[in-house]
């Protein structure tokens, strides 16, 4: 149970706080008002969709609205039904959007090998030497001169 966001224990604890702080008798007496404030909102409630729907009829709306207050899996199930034929045009759109992201993406992978080092390049004298981007055996590269089998 949840009321504007207050789960059953809060609502619980709120009441008895409320009767703590006003005493039984003023809140036999709120009790009664708020009663009275519901009747009078659901008679508003009914009044205005009965209004609405004749509206609703006259244009030519294709909307059946709910006479009673609703609660919240009312409201979701409305909006549901509602949005439905746009729920199925969307959802098809994305399946074609994913069936051609999986095409683009199965024409693009390639597959790596383990064998990331870059050949070995012989010299003019036949020594063979690492290649620029390969680290010496100091592990400061080539460019400090370290890693050069050359001499």
Do not use: C, H
């Not at 509206?55 to 294709?62: C, K, L, Q, T």
């Not at 207050?69 to 039904?81: E, H, Q």
């Not at 399946?95 to 095409?103: H, L, P, R, S, T």
């Amino acid at each position: 149970m949840n009321i504007f966001g207050v789960g059953g224990w809060e609502l619980a604890a709120i009441l008895i706080i409320a009767l703590i702080v006003a005493g039984p008798q003023r809140m036999a007496r709120w009790a009664y008002i708020v009663g009275q404030y519901m009747g009078q909102l659901r008679i508003m409630w009914s009044q205005m969709m009965a209004s609405i729907q004749t509206e609703f009829d006259d244009a030519g709306v294709d909307v059946k609205l709910p006479k009673n207050l609703p609660t919240r899996s009312d409201i979701n199930r409305l909006a549901g039904d509602m949005l439905e034929p746009l729920n199925k045009q969307m959802k098809s759109a994305m399946n074609e959007v994913n069936q051609e992201a999986d095409k683009v993406k199965q024409a693009t992978s390639f597959k790596l090998t383990d064998d990331t080092t870059t050949p070995k390049k012989p010299s003019e004298n036949g020594k063979t030497q690492s290649s620029p981007n390969q680290t010496g055996q100091d592990g400061f590269g080539t460019w400090s001169g370290t890693g050069s089998t050359d001499e």
